[in-house]
């Protein structure tokens, strides 16, 4: 579907379903990851294994002393004074939770306020990336938009996209209105590897799963460890997010935002 303008021609790029599971996406993981940052502030600790408490070895620890913030890394202490660990509320008091307000939902300390926001929009997550994927494989969006071709998987050519994008130089014309291999390589790696991975270790975390689904518990090493590579995950997914948004500014968000609205995408001329 194509529509000719004076200022260059514009395409049908994306169809509803993605369009609408985009939307609800990004409303899910802006909730998720805020809602998640509060409930870590709970036990601001992180284990490998299946059990894990304050007299523990962690491999993550955010939190504050009397003197200031610091988050350590395994051996490696880095500190954080001003935004981690120790920061000042919004009434001008010191704070030694691990994240600060303006970064948590709620924005005051409430475990049980978390959960709920937590585990609300987690089911949304769930059951929209569900009807995205029926969605994607009965139009065929996975093989026909997602999966790489074999030129794309050359080291030169992959080689040659990392170059173009480190010096901005974005596709024109039809290649424009293509996911280049940068692109597929990491739709992929957040629909079918870290999106994944966050539904099953949040089910790994629940009581109620561990019972009716034992071998999570197995698959995962233990609630401690499913608890780390969620955190993780969700680190890979702000990453994501981050320099998606990025890419969008820089490519011309006027554009890239009518294209996820509408579906419509102008091409750039050569």
């Keep these: ?18 369009r609408l599971w985009h939307w609800v996406n990004a409303l899910c993981i802006f909730i998720l990851l805020m809602s998640g940052l509060m409930i870590f502030n709970a036990h601001p600790r992180l284990y490998w294994g299946a059990y894990g408490a304050n007299r523990d070895h962690a491999w993550l620890t955010i939190g504050g002393t009397q003197a200031g913030g610091r988050m350590i890394v395994g051996p490696v202490a880095i500190p954080t004074t001003g935004v981690l660990g120790y920061w000042k509320d919004q009434q001008g008091h010191i704070q030694r939770r691990a994240f600060p307000y303006w970064a948590t939902i709620p924005s005051r300390y409430s475990l049980a306020g978390a959960r709920r ?7 949304l997550f769930i059951g929209g990336g569900g009807a995205f994927v029926v969605a994607s494989l009965i139009n065929r969006h996975f093989v026909r938009d997602l999966k790489p071709r074999r030129d794309e998987l050359a080291p030169r050519h992959i080689w040659q996209d990392i170059k173009d994008h480190a010096r901005l130089r974005f596709p024109a014309g039809e290649a424009a209105a293509r996911y280049n291999i940068l692109q597929k390589a990491s739709y992929i790696l957040v629909i079918f590897v870290l999106i994944p991975l966050m539904i099953l270790t949040g089910l790994t975390m629940g009581p109620g799963f561990d019972a009716t689904l034992p ?7 233990g609630r401690q460890s499913a608890r780390s590579i969620h955190f993780l995950c969700a680190g890979g997914l702000l990453a994501f997010t981050i320099v998606h948004l990025v890419m969008v500014v820089l490519a011309g968000p006027f554009n890239e935002v009518r294209s996820m609205v509408t579906g419509w995408f102008r091409l750039r001329a050569r």
Excluded: I, K, Q, S
Aim: glycine share 6%.
């Design 215 to 221: 071998w999570l518990l197995d698959l995962f090493g």
């Design 1 to 18: 579907m194509e529509a000719d303008r004076p200022r260059g021609r514009l395409v049908y790029r994306h169809r509803w379903p993605t």
């Design 117 to 123: 926001w937590h585990l609300t929009f987690a089911w």
